[in-house]
């Protein structure tokens, strides 16, 4: 069926069609630089952990708490004691793991070293680990951020 009279012509659907691939171009690029510049997340000031699960881990050896939407690093050292850091890069927030047969921090994306006290020494990462302060009350493994009470 073929119409007398259309609502908009050839040009204009072309240019609706255009100008609206445009705007999807445009806000998936500008999307994601908003995020980096506004990040949504909020980091907790503290976690509680049921110590139970977490004392059996072995002398440098180490166990993966939440810490908000990333990951924590709950890691023991020789002489007994506990160390937790935040388990993410402080180059580009990449995933890290503790190797323990070689006693460090590793940082897949880029090829990032830190030592076994979450210092940084090779690759990429500018700043050391964050580390978190740790305190056993009765039952609980209490995990805070530096500055938190």
């Given at each position: 069926m073929k119409l007398k009279h259309s609502l908009f012509s050839r040009r204009q659907f072309l240019n609706g069609l255009i100008g609206g691939w445009?705007?999807?171009i445009m806000a998936?690029?500008?999307?994601?630089?908003?995020?980096f510049i506004f990040p949504s997340y909020k980091e907790p000031d503290e976690v509680i952990l049921l110590y139970a699960d977490y004392k059996d881990i072995l002398?440098?050896?180490s166990k993966i708490f939440p810490w908000g939407s990333k990951p924590g690093i709950l890691k023991k050292n020789d002489d007994?004691?506990?160390?937790?850091?935040?388990?993410v890069c402080t180059h580009l927030d990449c995933n890290v793991e503790y190797q323990p047969e070689k006693r460090k921090f590793f940082c897949a994306c880029h090829d990032g070293w830190y030592d076994e006290f979450g210092t940084n020494i090779s690759g990429p990462p500018p700043k050391p680990l964050r580390r978190l302060f740790i305190?056993?009350?009765g039952e609980d493994l209490i995990i805070k951020k530096e500055g938190v009470e």
């Amino acid at each position: 069926m073929k119409l007398k009279h259309s609502l908009f012509s050839r040009r204009q659907f072309l240019n609706g069609l255009i100008g609206g691939w445009v705007g999807a171009i445009m806000a998936a690029l500008v999307y994601p630089i908003v995020r980096f510049i506004f990040p949504s997340y909020k980091e907790p000031d503290e976690v509680i952990l049921l110590y139970a699960d977490y004392k059996d881990i072995l002398p440098n050896s180490s166990k993966i708490f939440p810490w908000g939407s990333k990951p924590g690093i709950l890691k023991k050292n020789d002489d007994g004691s506990l160390m937790a850091f935040v388990g993410v890069c402080t180059h580009l927030d990449c995933n890290v793991e503790y190797q323990p047969e070689k006693r460090k921090f590793f940082c897949a994306c880029h090829d990032g070293w830190y030592d076994e006290f979450g210092t940084n020494i090779s690759g990429p990462p500018p700043k050391p680990l964050r580390r978190l302060f740790i305190s056993i009350e009765g039952e609980d493994l209490i995990i805070k951020k530096e500055g938190v009470e």
